[in-house]
């Protein structure tokens, strides 16, 4: 088969780049441990953003095991993960979509650029959430956990036969931009209240509008 040389493919994160949850899901941590003492919550909200693309089965795992240092890890995980889910789901339906992403996904569809999801979050959750908010209709395919984003990004090349030059991944955490360093992939930051506020001034993410993110793509002339 021919590599199609001008293909382009735009990945999109989820979390932070198409629904603003990045500033809930941080909340929501931080509310879960809030009995924790001081120095183990730092540690575990440090842990939570250096980690965001990571999903948060990996992430309970990690704190049980290694900050908190429960005795029953698995207890621990199943106790951590009913919590959060169950704030999450009274939350969500008041996040609002991040700065043009609609728009930004509407003129890539417009001009038959395919798209697809690469998330950290549980792929049956993902897909409630995706069916919920009404966003099917602008992925090729939706890809989650447990699937790592370094390998999504892989299996998209490959089922799509395009340059990895070619592809583009939207994100808005520093685990998302290395999974685009990972695999060599063109990574496109969106800057974030979390973001900004935990890294300052940051090269990688400079621009909160992921329509105006996605209109400078290199070789894209984006017709609305």
């Known amino acids: 088969m021919i ?28 509310n879960i441990f809030q009995d924790e003492r001081k120095s183990i919550q730092k540690k575990i909200l440090n842990y939570h953003f250096l980690n965001q693309g990571i999903n948060r ?9 290694n900050i908190t240092k429960k005795i029953n890890i698995k207890k621990e ?4 993960e009913s919590l959060f889910s169950k704030k999450l789901r009274q939350n969500l339906a008041n996040c609002k979509f991040s700065t043009g992403a609609i728009k930004s996904m509407e003129s890539l569809k417009k001009n038959k ?10 792929k049956k959750e993902i897909d409630k959430i995706i069916i919920k908010f009404k966003l099917k209709k ?5 890809y989650g956990y447990p699937l790592k984003k370094d390998k999504i990004i892989k299996i998209i090349k ?43 001034k940051n ?20 017709k609305m």
């Open 138 to 142: 602008y992925f090729e395919k939706v």
């Open 113 to 122: 650029i395919k798209m697809f999801l690469a998330t950290g979050v549980n």
């Open 203 to 222: 090269e990688h993410f400079r621009e909160k509008n992921v329509y105006k993110i996605v209109k400078n793509i290199p070789g894209l002339y984006i």
């Open 3 to 30: 590599r199609n040389n001008n293909k382009i493919i735009c990945i999109y994160d989820f979390d932070g780049v198409i629904l603003d949850t990045d500033l809930l899901k941080y909340n929501i941590f931080k």
């Open 77 to 80: 995980i199943k106790y951590l």
């Open 57 to 65: 089965i990996k992430k309970f795992e990690y704190i049980a095991t």
């Open 158 to 200: 490959k089922q799509e036969n395009v340059k990895y030059s070619n592809i583009y991944f939207i994100g808005d955490s520093l685990s998302d931009l290395k999974a685009a360093k990972k695999t060599k992939i063109n990574f496109l930051g969106r800057k974030t209240f979390l973001n900004s506020k935990l890294l300052g």
